[in-house]
């Protein structure tokens, strides 16, 4: 007798499609216990960093870890940030300018034994990737916020936050830092960061340096991402709840393309229909996954 071999395989085939379709979805990663404190450069208040002092000292003993290699006067820098925080009320608090050969080290991740809070300065973020980036103190660093710490930084420490990191040179402009007066396919150079922040690119300096063409090319060419610009003497608040809250003087420009209808011209330049725009100020809340801005009071 024939075996309808077709059809045999047919029913295992759909069998399979069931079970698979019937299988346990994994459960998404657990949101990270800790916070994101990004400043977007300028003057800094003491109203900000006694609550930055205020959660890092809730983690673990507290300490706090500055790293300075974003600036060009590193050694000069650590000093002064010392003496701001513990005129803030910090109480254990330490300052390092690391080589990339000193941070591969296995067991450098050490040095961050007991943090309750990371620091990074300003300056070029490039610096900081090129010494931290994939090694035992980046990822003693993730490991931190996932499990409560907050990490901080301002102005190049604000950039290095998110995956996706603008270095600050347009490509239109030679590779250097240009005027941003278009909105253009691949304008924007960037490298990879830290990823404290995964779904969204963080631009700084923002309403001071007029920097919105090159954020918006950024969500327009990313959609996927959603660009948050901070000001001068404003920081954004990520809570372990992933909301984002606005603290500060200035504002805090979002937009988000993630619902637009995005499309580029012969010449490179980026159209989109629908793009979002919202400005925060102190005391917002933005639900990224909702793309909305809380009500206040809420």
């Given amino acids: 007798m024939k075996t309808d071999s077709p059809r045999i395989l047919l029913i295992i085939l759909v069998a399979f499609f069931i079970a698979a379709g019937c ?19 300028g003057d800094r208040d003491a109203p900000l960093m006694k609550q930055y002092i205020e959660l890092a000292e809730a983690h673990d003993m507290g300490r706090i870890v500055i790293f300075t290699m974003a600036s060009s006067v590193p050694d000069e820098v650590g000093p002064e940030l010392l003496a701001e925080f513990k005129r803030n009320g910090a109480k254990d608090v330490a ?30 973020q490039v610096r900081l990737t090129a ?11 993730l490991e931190l916020y996932r499990e409560g710490a907050v990490i901080g930084g301002t102005s190049a420490g604000a950039a290095v936050q998110s995956e996706f990191m603008i270095t600050g040179n347009e490509r239109n402009a030679g590779g250097a830092e240009g005027d941003w007066d278009v909105i253009l396919a691949d304008d924007v150079e960037h490298a990879e960061g830290f990823g404290f922040v995964r779904d969204a690119v963080i631009d700084q300096h923002f309403v001071a340096r007029r920097r919105h063409n090159r954020l918006i ?19 954004v608040l990520v809570r372990p709840d992933s909301k984002y809250e606005a603290l500060g003087e200035g504002q805090v420009i979002v937009y988000d393309a993630r619902q637009a209808r ?33 009500e206040r009071g809420k």
């Avoid at 010494?131 to 003693?140: D, E, I, W």
């Avoid at 090319?217 to 920081?235: F, K």
């Avoid at 330049?269 to 909305?292: F, I, K, P």
């Fill in 23 to 41: 299988a346990p979805k994994p459960a998404p990663a657990p949101l990270p216990k800790g916070s994101l404190f990004i400043i977007g450069g």
């Fill in 95 to 124: 300052y390092y300018n690391l080589q990339h050969e000193q941070a591969i080290q296995p067991g450098s991740g050490k040095i961050l034994d007991g943090a309750g809070g990371v620091w990074f300065s300003g300056g070029d």
């Fill in 131 to 141: 010494a931290l980036l994939n090694t035992p103190v980046h990822q003693r660093m």
């Fill in 217 to 235: 090319a950024v969500v327009l060419q990313n959609p996927t991402l959603v660009g948050v610009g901070i000001d001068e003497s404003t920081a």
């Fill in 262 to 294: 995005v499309f580029q011209s012969l010449d490179g330049r980026l159209g989109g229909h629908g793009l979002t725009m919202h400005s925060l100020v102190a005391g917002d809340v933005y639900d990224l996954a909702a793309g909305r801005v809380e």
